[in-house]
């Protein structure tokens, strides 16, 4: 089998991160793959070197086009066996959006979470199988020592620590609400966000991380100077892999109090370090946490404040879940507190993270790619919508 | 108009040897006509600032389409995906066929058919550098040396001439005549020679057997049809060309194609073209170049075979199949 991939995997985001291990992965698992880049942004960054030698593969006679794009670029081509959408979305709908129906004219689409497969399934506009596929990892970066940056003020601390971008979804306030209400001046605890807004400088980051800091502990009103809360260490710099990795090494235990996460590559790598991520119960987190890590209760609400996205996404007809600081806080306080227990929740996330390979995610997409799969939607009577009588009677 | 994904799957989807969706704009009617017969399908772009297609220059060819300028950047049709997109000059087109080219993820093939302006400094030709697609072409060493390009950095495609169509025709006697084609001559003396030819010819009390095709007021008119057109070449012993600055003389090309002992000035890429003696004369003598038409109005023999002999030039250097050959490669290189 012969598969065109067609991903911006050149963009140096997650994104792309993404899209890199779906084809390694793909060819761990033996599958002939022409990977095809899309640009959404400038960033030039390097790729794996496996992914430019597959670049050279030539693309004609492909059996199946794998388009990991946003769902209004995706294109049906009827010159290919199958033609698959690989997306992702973070709230429980998009029926604002054109997606539902770019999204079906397609034979199937894969998505990395079962709770986005529930989702669609539930979604009588969306007429095409639906798989899920979680995203793949590299396990031997995991294997490799990192050595832990050299900051003063971590000495003899445990450190929670984020990293991610900014932006509405993220709900970086939350975490530093949770921080502090939960952490008193005296504990030796500290908190790190390696954190950047798209598109913008360091600088302009860190400024923006400052002022929400100063915002939460006004609003928090504990202490009657802002100087006597923890001090938060802002790293917003663009880093390497590497570098990223060392941040990893630094931290103690990973906190994200995001709205939705269709899959949160931080907070896995975390846990294959070791490092019990905290997350909101959502997304890709609720698949792949497990006992790897722990996951704050959260509840559906609308959406409100997106405007750094597309106008129809996100908005406030749609439903994310919203974690309970108060929870959030307790798995903190468990997770400096409880070091025997936090250990075994480690070991269990670094044997989790397997799950995730690239030979395990090969052989998933594989499995699809062959037919032997269920959908989950498949209850949904696809075949009945795709009929020619009902195309028919929607013309009508 | 067709998106990133889109153009990924017209690659590998479109038959490897099968016709290739090429977009440019309405440049040189019968450059056009002759890249048609590529045999790939030409789109071409029209808007405000971009030459319209003159049909009395040339039909527009079955496999190229005139897109609707009214659309705007909506006006490639929707069920075409763009293989390539063709720059023809850097004034106007290039920023057009560089924008559509990214956006559409399509490679960028830029052709400059134009001389750099005289006035231009070293550095701003430099600057103009910047404007490169993906493969680069002029129509000319000179052309290409004169933009400051190397042989590295952009190759050189002749300009091919339908060597069926421009032929010698046995059955039509020459006459005795000194044939001229131009457009627009008297206003375009700074780059046709008008005064020049003035100067050479004696016009207007030459005595020499002058025949002038053109749009020019006052002066000529065109030929009704390119056979018509050809019919004069046909008839012309001598053909004389007084062009300063072109980049390639057509109708230059086109009279040695059709047999014509050509009298030329020495400019631009003409030396590529012409061994003074051999398949025509050029001087940038005025007094030399009266004597060379002299000398060939007089002697028909001389003049039959320097023709034939220009003839041979244009079939062996500038074939319209040559030309269609080497455009065929440029193409499907882009796309492979």
């Not at chain 1, 290919?80 to 959408?85: G, L, R």
């Not at chain 1, 020592?145 to 990293?163: G, Q």
């Not at chain 1, 306030?173 to 605890?189: G, N, Q, S, Y």
């Not at chain 1, 997350?279 to 405007?307: H, K, M, W």
Request: aromatic content about 10%; some cysteine.
């Amino acid at each position: 089998m012969k598969v065109l991939y067609i991903g911006c995997y050149r963009d140096g985001t997650g994104w792309a991160k993404a899209a890199q291990n779906y084809i390694l992965s793909l060819d761990t698992a033996g599958v002939e793959v022409v990977p095809r880049f899309i640009k959404l942004n400038d960033n030039n960054t390097e790729i794996p070197q496996r992914i430019s030698e597959l670049e050279k593969n030539d693309d004609k006679n492909c059996d199946v086009v794998i388009q990991h794009v946003l769902p209004h670029q995706l294109s049906f081509n009827g010159n290919f066996e199958k033609n698959i959408s690989l997306y992702v979305s973070e709230t429980d709908h998009f029926q604002n959006t054109c997606w539902p129906e770019r999204i079906s004219f397609m034979d199937e689409a894969w998505v990395p979470n079962s709770f986005m497969a529930q989702s669609v399934s539930k979604d009588s506009k969306i007429i095409c199988p639906h798989y899920v596929v979680p995203h793949a990892s590299d396990m031997s970066v995991y294997q490799k020592e990192y050595e832990p940056l050299n900051i003063a003020h971590f000495k003899d601390k445990f450190v929670f620590y984020y990293i991610g971008e900014i932006n509405r979804r993220k709900n970086i306030a939350a975490v530093l609400k949770a921080f502090h209400t939960e952490f008193r001046p005296e504990e030796d605890v500290a908190i790190l966000l390696k954190a950047h807004i798209p598109g913008q400088s360091a600088d302009d980051s860190k400024s923006y991380l400052q002022g929400l800091s100063s915002q939460v502990k006004e609003g928090l009103k504990l202490y009657q100077s802002a100087s006597m809360y923890h001090e938060e260490v802002f790293v917003c710099d663009y880093l390497t892999e590497e570098q990223i990795m060392r941040i990893h090494a630094t931290g103690d235990c990973f906190v994200s109090a995001a709205f939705g996460e269709a899959w949160c590559i931080p907070a896995f790598d975390a846990m294959a370090m070791g490092k019990t991520p905290i997350c909101t119960d959502t997304g890709g987190p609720r698949d792949f946490i497990g006992n790897g890590g722990y996951l704050i209760e959260s509840r559906q609400d609308d959406c409100f404040g997106v405007v750094d996205t597309f106008d129809e996404l996100c908005v406030a007809n749609e439903r994310w879940d919203v974690p309970s600081i108060s929870h959030m806080r307790s798995l903190m306080r468990n997770a400096f507190e409880n070091s025997e227990q936090r250990k075994s929740v480690a070991e269990n996330g670094i044997s989790n993270a397997y799950d995730y390979s690239y030979s395990a995610i090969g052989q998933t997409m594989l499995s699809c790619l062959s037919g032997e799969s269920k959908a989950y939607n498949q209850d949904n009577d696809i075949k009945q919508k795709h009929s020619i009588e009902s195309l028919l009677k929607c013309q009508d | 108009m067709p998106g990133l994904v889109q153009t990924i799957l017209r690659n590998a989807t479109r038959d490897v040897n099968g016709p290739l969706n090429i977009l440019t704009f309405p440049t040189h009617e019968r450059y056009q006509t002759n890249l048609a017969k590529t045999g790939h399908f030409f789109y071409l772009w029209q808007a405000e600032g971009i030459k319209p297609w003159v049909r009395s220059y040339a039909e527009l060819p079955q496999n190229t389409v005139l897109l609707n300028a009214e659309k705007g950047a909506a006006q490639i049709p929707e069920n075409i995906d763009i293989d390539i997109v063709l720059s023809q000059n850097k004034f106007g087109q290039f920023e057009i066929a560089s924008q559509i080219a990214e956006q559409i993820a399509a490679p960028l093939v830029s052709i400059e058919h134009t001389l750099p302006m005289q006035e231009w400094s070293e550095a701003q030709l430099k600057q103009m550098h910047q404007m490169r697609g993906d493969i680069n072409i002029f129509i000319s060493d000179y052309s290409r040396d004169r933009w400051g390009w190397s042989s590295n950095d952009a190759m050189v495609l002749h300009h091919g001439i339908d060597t069926e169509l421009f032929s010698i025709d046995e059955s039509v006697k020459r006459e005795k005549r000194v044939l001229s084609v131009v457009n627009d001559w008297i206003n375009r003396d700074w780059c046709c020679g008008y005064r020049l030819w003035e100067q050479i010819t004696g016009y207007p009390e030459s005595t020499l057997p002058l025949h002038v095709i053109g749009d020019t007021p006052g002066l000529s008119s065109a030929a009704p049809s390119t056979e018509a057109l050809i019919e004069q070449y046909r008839k012309s012993s001598v053909f004389l060309n007084t062009s300063l600055i072109s980049p390639v003389p057509t109708s230059l090309l086109e009279a040695m194609a059709c047999g014509c002992a050509v009298v030329t000035t020495a400019t631009c890429m003409i030396p590529e073209i012409i061994q003074n003696g051999q398949n025509g004369y050029m001087s940038n003598n005025p007094e030399e170049l009266r004597s060379f038409v002299d000398k060939l109005i007089e002697d028909d023999e001389l003049a039959k075979e320097i023709g034939e002999n220009a003839r041979r030039t244009i079939l062996e250097n500038f074939s319209i199949e040559k030309f269609v050959e080497q455009w065929k490669n440029v193409f499907y290189e882009c796309v492979r």
